[in-house]
């Protein structure tokens, strides 16, 4: 997603520097060579590369930083990052629930916070946009949440992106944190029922839109986030296509989840619904939010070995 | 769909009498003999069979009315019925905008009414739920609206069917005849740009649910039904399968839509989307709804025959 946003910012006129850590290294290469981007499978257009040690280079003087590492690479990028990076907006599509000093999970700009030591100009770019279709330039809705949103809106304005606005940080994050875990539930149906089984994806659909409409509230956003961009829209996309949906298709033909989830981590498959499962059923356990049977289900098969088929035909039927 | 809630209550133990009109009498015969039914393709079970002339024996001492007549069949069928009818509740899952007397749109259950000259204790059923799969025991979930929605509720009940039930009978059925429409956007999309694009298409659902929940309100409906079964879940359920996304795809691909009306007509594919998008328009404009740029770019393409990519386009970036 960092390449994706890259690739539109140096489109739309900016110096963009594109840095990476060293597990970027075979990605940066060919880019570097002016290659393809191997995973967006196309050029990225004029923009710098900086490998892992350039950090501080890459950082020094820029008016708007893209933080587009992975969830896990959140604290050791910004243990690193923190005193390197201007007091600017800071635009962010990293998702999920981090571990907090206290031991208690945080959304991602409060984890960002609490490693800078310092108030960061945090604002949290939410979908529904796939990578290599805003690469692609596919029209594209985003929502950015933060107070600088409007700032980074328009940086980032694209003839094909509408970015909508929000202040609803928590809401938006609460959304993109919970929806790799409720699309891993529609794609269960998929591997349960078959492709005819349409009526218990809607079914699935629209009552995970009410629990994340409950948990946004129980962490004080505001409910129209979840019935917005951040919410319906994302999560139609991410159970529409994507490793999340396919990762619940294997479980739901019957397969353990661990195993599931190692077989296509050694295919390149990293599922982020694996884990943002356990962190969402952790975050909404320490946020006391009640009457969540579709997490609490997805937790169980997951993470308990609970049946799949009792357990997720049960939740959808009684909720 | 009407037989497939035949064979739910049939099923439940009731007894259940299927009249169809004329329309339907090669729908019927192979019930009768005991075959299949040649739509859900499985046997319906144990319920009486009544072509058109016996409506009159058909509702004698009927206890609970299901009315699943098209939405054209509405005002022929109630005109027939309307001394017959018991005074019990009425469940339907007719959908769309009528012309009432006035010349003025109206919502199906105010046509029964009128066409009834009294009132009518009307149930509108609405999904997330495909009519086979119904029929074919897959969980599913449905939302009743109405006065009488819960008597209707349990005496529908069944393992694989969660109803829930609501007072907002505006909402509920402004959502169900809204849905066909839009779910005809989802598909252009496909037609326009193929499979990958699927931020286009989420992008075109999350407005749609926006538009929906402004017209919802405009009728005096409850916003929260746009944003449960009968709107974000049916429009989910609508996009992902069926013939109105088919006919917005062959829009995509640049043919006229009245061409394409005609040809999946041809093949026994009646489109509901063709007809939904002009009564939606008109009823909307009748209602003073403004800004519902994906329905008016519907009705400029489907019905003006702008030209189809730069109409969806600019609406969907500029939302």
Known sequence: MGSAMAKVFADGGHDVRLWGTWLDDPMLEPCERGDEHPRLKLKLGKLSFYRAARLADALAGAELVVSAVSSDGVVPVWTKAASLVPDVPVLSPTKGFLVARSGKMARVDQTVAEVAGR????????????????????????????????????????????????????????????????????????GLLGADSHNARAAWFTQAIDEMSRVVVAAGGHIETAYGGAGVGDLHVTAAAGRNR??????????????????????????????????????????????????????????????????????????
Chains 1, 2 share one sequence.
């Open 246 to 319: 396919l990762f619940g298709e294997h479980i739901g033909r019957g397969k353990p989840a661990k195993a599931v989830a190692e077989e296509l981590a050694a295919i390149g498959q990293l599922t982020e619904g694996y884990p943002a499962i356990k962190s969402a059923w952790q975050y909404t356990r320490e946020l006391g939010v009640e009457r969540l049977p579709l997490l609490k289900a997805l937790y169980e098969i997951v993470w308990e070995n609970k049946p799949v088929d009792e357990t997720v035909k049960k939740v959808v039927l009684t909720v």
């Open 119 to 190: 108030h960061v100009h945090y604002v949290h770019a939410s979908g529904p946009a796939k990578a290599i279709e805003i690469a692609r330039n596919v029209p594209t809705l985003m929502t950015f949440a933060g107070a600088a949103a409007s700032v980074c809106a328009k940086a980032m304005a694209a003839p094909h992106i509408h970015i909508s606005t929000t202040a609803d940080i928590a809401g938006a994050e609460v959304c993109s944190a919970l929806k790799n875990a409720y699309a891993t539930g529609l794609g269960i149906w998929d």
